[in-house]
């Protein structure tokens, strides 16, 4: 099987801007709550569905062994997705750009295990893929009726080495 191997890169708002949002702690925090016990970080993404509703979801992901096989992509086009770590175990983050309704060159990203994202509506990514730990996370996206899912899989798989 022929394969393209995939560069990764830590991950940076600069750089993943066009896919969505990272969810993170920043130098100073929006307000102070609780009588100035808590730091809250207000509005750090975007939700954007085209109907239904947000819900809140647990998931529970085996961890992925390195080097990775990158088969398929997928994508929501009827709501973004956030994923936000319950743990301090970094995971991989794969997007790619679109190309004519399919999936351009991926590009692979390595949160530093504090970070979550928020896939913008539409948007060509990896599954989730913990590569240690628990893998287990809350995830916020579209709850309703009709087709949410597109997954492509690539003619030749991308290699990813972490």
Not at 69 to 92: I, K, N, W, Y
Request: contains cysteine; aromatic residues 10%; glycine residues 8%.
């Amino acid at each position: 099987m022929n394969t393209t191997n995939l560069r990764v890169r830590p991950l940076s708002s600069d750089a993943f801007s066009a896919f969505g949002d990272i969810l993170e702690v920043q130098d100073q925090p929006t307000v102070m709550i609780n009588q100035g016990n808590c730091a809250r970080y207000s509005d750090l993404a975007t939700l954007d569905f085209a109907d239904g509703r947000a819900g809140i979801s647990i998931f529970h992901a085996k961890p992925y062994a390195s080097p990775l096989t990158l088969a398929m992509v997928e994508r929501h086009p009827e709501g973004s997705q956030a994923f936000v770590p319950l743990s301090d175990d970094p995971f991989l983050v794969i997007v790619a750009e679109d190309d004519n309704g399919r999936p351009a060159e991926p590009c692979a990203f390595l949160t530093n295990g504090r970070q979550g994202v928020n896939y913008h509506r539409n948007t060509w990514h990896g599954v989730l893929t913990p590569l240690h730990g628990h893998g287990l996370f809350a995830v916020v996206d579209r709850i309703g009726a009709g087709k949410n899912l597109e997954e492509h899989w690539f003619d030749h798989p991308y290699s990813i080495e972490v």
